[in-house]
């Protein structure tokens, strides 16, 4: 069974930095595209990083130079460091396994609870 | 960037409805579209991948239809336990981008 847990949220002041985990289970993480996506209080879901079975990285525009995405084949963990934290930054951040569709193309199947991050002084 | 977006915003409905939901991409994604359901609380649940194909354990009464840039999801006999938030993305192109979500709701 494919299990995803999140941690390492918490309350951070602006300008902070945090370190989220994604401990995967029943699968091998570096064997998948895995992402994070995030979800502000009372919004909807953006995604936020990738990185691929071969280890490039992307990243949406509002955290890049700001956030790395990384993994611990060891420890078949995903994590997402989080530097130069702002306000805008307060979400529940969510890890996702993804897998490809019948054309290869990569989709999110399975997702961890989510740890709240709240930026704020 | 790829802008999705989602009519209605919400909706109530009765049990046993039949509830659509369209979903409309600012440009063609072919059939790279994902559906996914968000209960309060509750991490997103994957429903449907490629536009129309359920994902193991979706229960058959979810369908989904469309491609290039218009989308729907249907719900053929809405139960209790599908009052919740819905949302599409595309994964067509990075960015990967949702739908701001629509609501559905008890009447």
């Known amino acids: 069974e494919v299990q995803l847990v999140e941690s390492g949220g918490g309350l951070i002041q602006p300008g902070g930095s945090l370190r989220l985990s994604c401990a995967a289970s029943?699968?091998?993480?570096?064997?998948?595209?895995m992402s994070w996506v995030r979800q502000a209080p009372g919004k909807g879901l953006e995604w936020v990083s990738v990185?691929?079975?071969?280890?490039?990285?992307s990243y949406i525009d509002s955290v890049k130079g700001r956030f790395t995405i990384s993994r611990d084949n060891s420890r078949n963990t995903l994590y997402l460091q989080m530097n130069t934290l702002r306000a805008e930054d307060t979400a529940v951040y969510y890890c996702a396994r993804e897998i490809p569709d019948f054309s290869g193309y990569q989709n999110m199947r399975d997702w961890g609870q989510g740890t709240l991050v709240t930026v704020s002084s | 960037d790829i802008q999705m977006t989602q009519s209605p915003s919400s909706l109530s409905a009765s049990v046993g409805d039949r509830v659509t939901i369209t979903c409309r991409a600012s440009?063609?994604?072919?059939?790279?579209l994902a559906w996914f359901q968000q209960k309060p609380g509750e991490a997103p649940k994957s429903l449907i991948y490629g536009a129309s194909s359920l994902h193991s354990g979706v229960p058959s009464k979810f369908s989904g239809s469309g491609s290039g840039t218009d989308f729907t999801l249907t719900i053929s006999s809405l139960q209790s336990e599908d009052f919740a938030t819905y949302y599409c993305?595309?994964?067509?192109?990075?960015?990967?981008?949702f739908g701001p979500g629509t609501k559905v709701e008890i009447k």
């Open positions: 993305q595309q994964y067509s192109h990075l960015p990967r981008t």
């Open positions: 990185i691929y079975s071969g280890g490039a990285t």
């Open positions: 440009q063609d994604i072919s059939n790279y």
């Open positions: 029943g699968f091998t993480v570096s064997s998948n595209y």
